[in-house]
């Protein structure tokens, strides 16, 4: 579901200390305190680096250079010593980028990337206790298992496969040429997303560092048309603006609502055996929008920080209109007004469901719903909370398809239907995520049994009650496999 922002569990640190009054002061941990700090030092230095190391005046050298450096600085910043964890990864990954061939590159990284992760992961929570005692240094750690992975099974797109095997997307993301040291180093350390995210693709990088991303996109529209004898040049900032107002608000909410409406009120004593089921319903809905926030505040600063340094740029929408939300990690309209699991997952932790859908769901030849599930929650750790979630998903994703399948088209011959339908399926859908999420913000076995046993496992029982009596029909699975040059051919001459 997501990448968490530095946990609130981190009592002691081994990075910087000296913001530690201001950290005691807001009774906020030290570690968070860090992580704001660093990425607003980083917005600083993004606009900075976009004014005066613009492609134009500097080499992509001294470009990649600078955004590594300055990438390793905060990491040693927030993290101290348990940085070493996330260097010695990088430079392993390189290793094998180097010697392994290009028709396995793609595997071998993701085994060691991966395990090097999970690895980390068991040690941080069940060696030291839950990570009580421990800085949370799995953010970062995360962020460069996806590059890494990413990065991989594209050079294997490029150089390992042909090229009529590709689809589209892969064809036009595939790296055909390995990059250097350096690049590999400002591709997976820059100082814009080594905290916290997000990923991206390399050619993507790369176009930004030697100052092509943006004409690019560019070239897509027809400019003369518009009025204009060459192209202009888009401006971030007003993006940055908008998404620095939407950081600030997440943050008063953050300090209000997550404050008064804390997980643990889900195993007081009060909620698990006094209130009726309707209030028991409802305060977990509220919970779970009180746990939002966080997540709202971390990933749109980490796009700001971003679009700041003029990566990010996407085109053109069709009022003619500059995007700058092609590493958006979230969009919060549609998620609160979501009205199907599916637009739900869509728009939350963007990103994060791009790369699973590239490194799993589209080569995964069985079960791609269920081993999607399963390496999300491999990435995201090991606490018992996150498996509940994912397999507690992995149900509700397979009731909603049957449902939506089978209940739709009845609802569509009138605009008044159609906004039952939407109503109905709004307040289900919102209720459904609260009640699947909500194991992996309480993270433990125990809470996890006490509140569904609360709630009277009412939706794993109505789920599967949905999948049993309700026909699962073919068309209601949207279609996985991408299609390539080969089946597009295929088909032409069937």
Same mark, same amino acid.
């Given at each position: 579901?997501?990448?968490?922002?530095?946990?609130?569990?981190?009592?002691?640190?081994?990075?910087?200390?000296?913001?530690?009054?201001?950290?005691?002061?807001?009774?906020?941990?030290?570690?968070?305190?860090?992580?704001?700090?660093?990425?607003?030092?980083?917005?600083?230095?993004?606009?900075?680096?976009?004014?005066?190391?613009?492609?134009?005046?500097?080499?992509?050298?001294?470009?990649?250079?600078?955004?590594?450096?300055?990438?390793?600085?905060?990491?040693?910043?927030?993290?101290?010593?348990?940085?070493?964890?996330?260097?010695?990864?990088?430079?392993?990954?390189?290793?094998?980028?180097?010697?392994?061939?290009?028709?396995?590159?793609?595997?071998?990284?993701?085994?060691?990337?991966?395990?090097?992760?999970?690895?980390?992961?068991?040690?941080?929570?069940?060696?030291?206790?839950?990570?009580?005692?421990?800085?949370?240094?799995?953010?970062?750690?995360?962020?460069?298992?996806?590059?890494?992975?990413?990065? =991989?099974?594209?050079?294997?797109?490029?150089?390992?496969?042909?090229?009529?095997?590709?689809?589209?997307?892969?064809?036009?993301?595939?790296?055909?040429?390995?990059?250097?040291?350096?690049?590999?180093?400002?591709?997976?350390?820059?100082?814009?997303?080594?905290?916290?995210?997000?990923?991206?693709?390399?050619?993507?990088?790369?176009?930004?560092?030697?100052?092509?991303?943006?004409?690019?996109?560019?070239?897509?529209?027809?400019?003369?048309?518009?009025?204009?004898?060459?192209?202009?040049?888009?401006?971030?900032?007003?993006?940055?603006?908008?998404?620095?107002?939407?950081?600030?608000?997440?943050?008063?909410?953050?300090?209000?609502?997550?404050?008064?409406?804390?997980?643990?009120?889900?195993?007081?004593?009060?909620?698990?055996?006094?209130?009726?089921?309707?209030?028991?319903?409802?305060?977990?809905?509220?919970?779970?929008? =009180?746990?939002?926030?966080?997540?709202?505040?971390?990933?749109?600063?980490?796009?700001?920080?971003?679009?700041?340094?003029?990566?990010?740029?996407?085109?053109?929408?069709?009022?003619?209109?500059?995007?700058?939300?092609?590493?958006?990690?979230?969009?919060?309209?549609?998620?609160?007004?979501?009205?199907?699991?599916?637009?739900?997952?869509?728009?939350?932790?963007?990103?994060?469901?791009?790369?699973?859908?590239?490194?799993?769901?589209?080569?995964?030849?069985?079960?791609?719903?269920?081993?999607?599930?399963?390496?999300?929650?491999?990435?995201?750790?090991?606490?018992?909370?996150?498996?509940?979630?994912?397999?507690?998903?992995?149900?509700?994703?397979?009731?909603?398809?049957?449902?939506?399948?089978?209940?739709?088209?009845?609802?569509?011959?009138?605009?008044?239907?159609?906004?039952?339908?939407?109503?109905?399926?709004?307040?289900?859908?919102?209720?459904?995520?609260?009640?699947?999420?909500?194991?992996?913000?309480?993270? =433990?076995?125990?809470?996890?049994?006490?509140?569904?046993?609360?709630?009277?496992?009412?939706?794993?029982?109505?789920?599967?009650?949905?999948?049993?009596?309700?026909?699962?029909?073919?068309?209601?699975?949207?279609?996985?496999?991408?299609?390539?040059?080969?089946?597009?051919?295929?088909?032409?001459?069937?």
């Amino acid at each position: 579901m997501a990448a968490e922002p530095p946990s609130s569990l981190s009592y002691r640190t081994t990075g910087s200390t000296c913001l530690h009054p201001l950290s005691e002061f807001l009774g906020i941990p030290l570690d968070q305190v860090n992580f704001v700090a660093c990425q607003l030092f980083a917005l600083f230095a993004a606009f900075w680096f976009r004014i005066y190391m613009s492609p134009g005046k500097t080499s992509p050298d001294v470009r990649h250079a600078f955004v590594t450096i300055f990438g390793i600085y905060f990491v040693i910043f927030c993290f101290g010593w348990y940085s070493a964890h996330l260097f010695v990864l990088v430079f392993i990954s390189y290793g094998i980028m180097v010697t392994a061939s290009v028709s396995s590159i793609h595997r071998y990284s993701f085994f060691v990337a991966m395990g090097y992760l999970t690895i980390c992961h068991v040690s941080r929570i069940y060696i030291f206790h839950y990570g009580i005692l421990t800085t949370d240094f799995s953010g970062p750690l995360m962020i460069v298992t996806q590059k890494i992975t990413t990065l =991989a099974f594209q050079i294997h797109d490029g150089l390992g496969r042909r090229a009529e095997d590709l689809s589209a997307e892969q064809h036009r993301l595939a790296v055909k040429v390995k990059p250097t040291f350096l690049e590999y180093l400002s591709y997976l350390l820059n100082f814009m997303s080594v905290i916290a995210g997000p990923c991206n693709n390399f050619k993507d990088y790369i176009a930004f560092i030697e100052g092509r991303h943006i004409p690019t996109k560019l070239l897509e529209v027809n400019w003369k048309q518009r009025g204009f004898h060459s192209l202009p040049e888009p401006s971030p900032t007003r993006a940055v603006i908008h998404k620095l107002c939407m950081t600030l608000v997440s943050l008063l909410l953050f300090l209000t609502l997550t404050k008064s409406f804390p997980v643990t009120c889900l195993v007081d004593d009060w909620f698990v055996h006094k209130a009726n089921f309707l209030t028991r319903l409802s305060y977990l809905y509220v919970v779970m929008q =009180a746990s939002k926030p966080k997540y709202y505040f971390a990933w749109t600063l980490a796009d700001a920080v971003n679009n700041a340094a003029g990566f990010g740029f996407s085109g053109v929408d069709k009022n003619g209109n500059f995007c700058w939300d092609l590493l958006s990690n979230l969009n919060i309209w549609k998620i609160e007004t979501a009205t199907s699991f599916k637009m739900y997952l869509e728009n939350w932790n963007i990103q994060t469901a791009t790369w699973l859908k590239r490194v799993c769901y589209e080569r995964v030849p069985w079960y791609p719903t269920v081993l999607t599930f399963v390496l999300s929650a491999l990435w995201h750790g090991v606490y018992p909370g996150y498996y509940f979630t994912f397999l507690t998903g992995i149900l509700v994703t397979v009731a909603a398809r049957t449902v939506r399948s089978n209940c739709r088209r009845y609802f569509l011959s009138s605009r008044a239907l159609k906004a039952v339908y939407d109503v109905v399926t709004w307040a289900v859908t919102q209720l459904s995520v609260s009640y699947t999420v909500a194991p992996f913000v309480m993270l =433990a076995v125990e809470p996890t049994i006490s509140l569904y046993k609360s709630m009277y496992f009412y939706l794993h029982i109505i789920s599967l009650l949905i999948i049993l009596f309700l026909p699962i029909k073919p068309h209601a699975h949207i279609q996985r496999q991408p299609q390539t040059l080969n089946s597009v051919n295929k088909k032409q001459k069937d």
